[in-house]
């Protein structure tokens, strides 16, 4: 799974050397527009649907930076590699795309959730954060743990710290959206300002689905 990650971006691929001396592979999708989107990938990986997405992202306008933890770290495509990610040096990467000096945006997707909300909450703690414009989050994970049917959730504790614009976007065929007023809730309470974008006919991880229907592509 890891060689297939890397072989799903093969051009634009850049090792980028951080303020502490540590590496981390990115991959840059140009774009003349005033606006980066940096992408923190989830347990999925690197896939070629969020390669397709970045193309389209850059071809739009908005230039896009893909972390790439797994390979520089050589960690499995999994959940439990998100654990072992520091995110010192994603807020070093946030740096990095400052010096663009275009208007940064933060995004991620599923369990990469966390991770997100984390490196951004101690970025902002260190930082000016007037040039961090807020993040774009797909089918975001919110919870400690998947709640049961009829059971209340319990919110990741960086949830009520965060205070960011967030545009969430969910699925409607995803058991994420039968809480997502709840969960806009939750990050309100930390004084995020958030934005819901409902996906009519979608399900989650539509955009790197290997069965994706026509709605989906």
């Given at each position: 799974m890891l060689f297939a990650s890397a072989a799903a971006f093969p051009s634009d691929r850049q090792t980028v050397?951080?303020?502490?001396?540590?590496?981390?592979?990115?991959?840059?999708?140009p774009a003349a527009g005033d606006e980066l989107l940096l992408w923190l990938p989830s347990?999925?990986?690197?896939?070629?649907?969020?390669?397709?997405?970045?193309?389209?992202?850059?071809?739009?306008?908005?230039?896009?930076?893909?972390?790439?933890?797994f390979s520089t770290w050589f960690l499995a495509t999994a959940p439990s590699s998100l654990d072992r990610i520091d995110i010192a040096d994603y807020?070093?990467?946030?740096?990095?795309?400052?010096?663009?000096?275009?208007?940064?945006f933060l995004a991620s997707n599923d369990r990469g959730t966390s991770l997100l909300l984390e490196t951004a909450y101690n970025w902002q703690a260190?930082?000016?954060?007037?040039?961090?414009?807020?993040?774009?989050?797909?089918?975001?994970?919110?919870?400690?743990e998947t709640p049961g049917s009829g059971k209340e959730a319990e919110y990741l504790p960086v949830v009520d710290s965060?205070?960011?614009p967030l545009l969430?976007?969910?699925?409607?065929?995803?058991?994420?959206?039968?809480?997502?007023?709840?969960?806009?809730?939750a990050l309100a309470r930390?004084?995020?300002?958030?934005y819901i974008q409902p996906l009519q006919g979608v399900r989650d991880r539509f955009f790197f689905r290997n069965d994706a229907i026509d709605i989906e592509i």
């Open positions: 050397t951080l303020a502490n001396g540590n590496e981390l592979d990115v991959v840059k999708y347990e999925h990986g690197l896939t070629s649907g969020l390669d397709e997405l970045a193309k389209a992202l850059s071809t739009n306008g908005t230039e896009t930076w893909v972390a790439d933890p807020q070093q990467l946030i740096d990095q795309a400052m010096l663009t000096e275009k208007k940064v260190k930082k000016e954060a007037t040039r961090l414009g807020g993040a774009v989050i797909i089918s975001p994970n919110l919870y400690t965060t205070s960011l969430l976007i969910v699925p409607r065929k995803s058991t994420g959206f039968l809480r997502i007023k709840e969960s806009q809730e930390g004084g995020s300002i958030v």
